[in-house]
């Protein structure tokens, strides 16, 4: 099992730190020893939307190799939706790999045309501007269409995270998992 | 208004990351244009818990000169406990400013002594390491003793984010932010 999360300049780092948190986890807490996860980015060092400096583990990496791609939002969505390099780059991981987008994330799936045929969510202020790439534009917490997952804003990365972990490994290990974390509020709409 | 956001090795990213985050909104979201906020380590580049490497804005800063540090936990605190460097640190801190921890982040004040008549939190597996340090132990979310300001495990560092935000800019800054987070469980215990 391997796992990448997406980082870019103008990330919001909460977006990733939130499905990060639960799903290393998985590895952490000893459920899953063999599981590896990297920090994948398209340059070594990138600049979160709040100032914080964060470094890659891959750079430009397939991210088809990819069991799960994580891809957060963040203010940088906006120079990334225009991007066709990075969107080619996200494009190939979802044809062998489950992608699972927090926030903004989902539309940069969105402007990838990953979303035209499916049901999706995002950000409660960026409905509108999902509804241009989507099938469906769904107001739920999680929207799970199989191997295109998409979460609500920010903080939905917690409960994408414990989502995933429940998928991957039970939800008995996802409650573990959530108690570890302090968190009484899991997939609260 | 200035804010410290301590980093080690070690330490939680979504402990940090949680309280971040609606902290750094006062000031992207146009609330306080004149809020400044730094990441403070003892040195230049750390590694998370679950292995992210995070840069420092500034590297041994005298904490005193700020209004709020904010201290996370990880698994970094069991050095960090006997490291009298690294306790000095944060207690020349606590003269001045309010000095705000997360989860195993309260060890650490009370490894430095600050703990000693006041009540304080911790994550719920930490309580009983925490009553070798504090006057009174507590299972709230979030105890606010003036200067010194505790909260629980992991995700609570999102609701003393919130909370600080309020404490600083009032409750209906807050909100917008908990708004903007997307977050539907502030405080729930």
């Excluded at 990819?66 to 225009?82: A, F, R, W």
């Excluded at 045929?117 to 960026?126: C, D, F, G, I, N």
């Excluded at 534009?137 to 903080?155: F, Q, Y």
């Amino acid at each position: 099992m391997k796992i990448a999360f997406v980082i870019y300049d103008n990330v919001t780092l909460l977006d990733f730190a939130g499905a990060y948190d639960p799903l290393t986890r998985l590895k952490t807490m000893g459920f899953m020893p063999d599981l590896t996860y990297d920090i994948c980015a398209r340059k070594e060092c990138i600049r979160s939307a709040e100032g914080a400096e964060l470094s890659a583990d891959r750079v430009g990496c397939d991210l088809s190799s990819y069991d799960y791609v994580i891809i957060p939002g963040g203010e940088g969505i906006q120079q990334l939706m225009k991007d066709p390099a990075f969107l080619r780059w996200i494009s190939v991981a979802s044809e062998k790999t489950t992608v699972a987008a927090v926030c903004g994330g989902s539309l940069l799936l969105g402007a990838a045309g990953l979303l035209r045929t499916r049901k999706a969510t995002t950000h409660p202020r960026l409905m509108n501007i999902l509804e241009n790439f989507v099938g469906d534009v769904s107001t739920d917490r999680i929207v799970d269409e199989g191997n295109i997952i998409t979460a609500g804003g920010v903080t939905a990365a917690i409960d994408l995270g414990l989502y995933l972990c429940e998928k991957i490994a039970g939800a008995e290990v996802r409650g573990k998992i959530q108690v570890q974390m302090d968190y009484r509020c899991y997939r609260i709409v």
